[in-house]
């Protein structure tokens, strides 16, 4: 059950093992937030030359455009993942392995580490199946691509660009962070050139779709009929789009993919040995600030018209549709039931409804759900709460997980998960990990979903899912084969 915690003796022996690899924070540890300067006439440099200036760096993470603005990172102090039960995790004491849950081992390091200041920052992804972990789900699809379930990294500063400035968001909690060496960072970073972006196809083949137009129109079917018997009211369907992609073309590949679909909560996560995260996506899953929540869950999708008139025309189509309508209030009616479980009696409300989102490729309407969180409720019992988000599972919740379990080939992995950043001093900003990316073993998949309601109509959500892909193919320079 998503309530479930370990015993005290349990989770105090995690602390340890943590604690071992990093140590708790310096007695007094404080947070800073420095404006950056670089003299000359050019001003400071952009996010893109400074992203050129750390990316070969150790643990490079690029949150990219957010609305809270850029955050870059390199060299964290400690890196934290799960896969199947097991969590590695290395740091200045080495490196460990030893069985722990995802969840419990985010609920550790925040006790372990806890006291840095606003500085002191976990970066990554929550991957889908740790859903898994929650609720007692079918065993996912084959794990091929062998990514973590959940990679974190421990961060203690942060290069933060809000559109006119740089800031060294930091903390003296283990090391010293100067900005000195901040603003010699900036200043070779402006000597840069743009960024070269290779033309022509980056990827070695075509992209294969798993499964086939075939297989997901007949799994759309299916679903249709879970609908119909009762099973499930909405679903989030999936299907996974691959390539053969060599680990030197995913930087490329990720500055064609913001150029061709800019995005509110875009990430380039580095996780070595050739594996990557890569997103685009436009969709707020909680931000969190001084005990306030937000989410803002998407549903309901149109693409962009070929000229203005077009344009208008399914934006019209869109707002006007009783389908889409639908389909956003019953996910946002299991936002309000995931808030609700953390959030003060009566505080959780809808700040807003199917309000038209549009994107460079895409018109969606979207939704705001707020709410304030208990004393007792920090970033662990929260994301419990609310895990996996609510707009690509579906509703029932439980339910739906099971039901896409059942229909989909291929796991879900990063995508379909959460990304962004979790404050040790209790904020965060996680997006949907929708137009996301994972790359692995010299493969790249990306997954486009749709939601399934009691009318749909298996022709129509393949096309929608083809315009939720149309950014990654245009980026990779490659189309579906068949």
Known sequence: MWSDRLSGRRRERLVQRLRSILPSPRQGSRGSKTPLRVAGPKGPPDPERVAEELRERPGFSWLDGSASGHRLYSRPLATLAVRGGRATVSGPGGRATFAASGFDLLDAALTAWEGAGAGATLVGYLGYELGGELESLPAPPEDDLRLPDLHLSLYDSALRWDGRSWTLDATDAWRDSTAFEAEQLLAAARRRSDPRIPEGPLALDGVVSRPSRGGFEAAVTRVVERIASGEIFQMNLCRRLE???????????????????????????????????????????????????????????????????????????????????????????????????????????????????????????????????????????????????????????????????????????????????????????????????????????????????????????????????????????????G
Request: charged share 25%; aromatic share 4%; with cysteine.
């Open 243 to 481: 390539a053969e992609l060599p680990a030197d073309r995913l930087w490329p590949l990720y500055h064609r993919l913001r150029a061709a679909s800019p995005a509110l909560y875009g990430a380039f996560l580095e996780l070595g040995r050739g594996r990557a995260v890569l997103s685009i996506s436009p969709e707020l899953f909680l931000a969190v600030g001084g005990g306030e929540v937000e989410s803002r869950p998407i549903k309901g999708t149109r693409p962009r018209g070929a000229n203005p008139r077009e344009d208008r025309a399914l934006v019209r189509e869109l707002l006007e549709s009783e389908k889409d309508r639908a389909e956003l209030t019953m996910i946002v009616d299991v936002v309000r039931n995931d808030l609700g479980r953390v959030c003060a009696t009566g505080s959780v409300e809808v700040a807003g409804h199917a309000e038209l989102m549009s994107l460079p490729t895409l018109h969606h309407t979207v939704s705001t759900v707020r709410g304030r969180l208990r004393p007792d409720a920090g970033p662990s019992e929260l994301l419990r709460a609310a895990f996996p988000p609510a707009s690509i599972t579906g509703a029932p919740k439980i339910q739906a997980m099971a039901a896409i379990a059942a229909e989909e080939e291929r796991r879900r992995g990063a995508a379909m998960g959460a990304l962004g950043w979790i404050s040790l001093s209790g904020d965060l900003e996680l997006a949907v990990a929708i137009r996301t990316a994972a790359a692995s073993r010299g493969r790249i998949a990306y997954h486009a979903g749709c939601g399934i309601v009691a009318d749909s109509d298996s022709e129509l959500e393949f096309a929608e899912s083809a315009a939720k892909a149309r950014a990654f193919l245009t980026a990779l320079g490659a189309r579906e084969a």
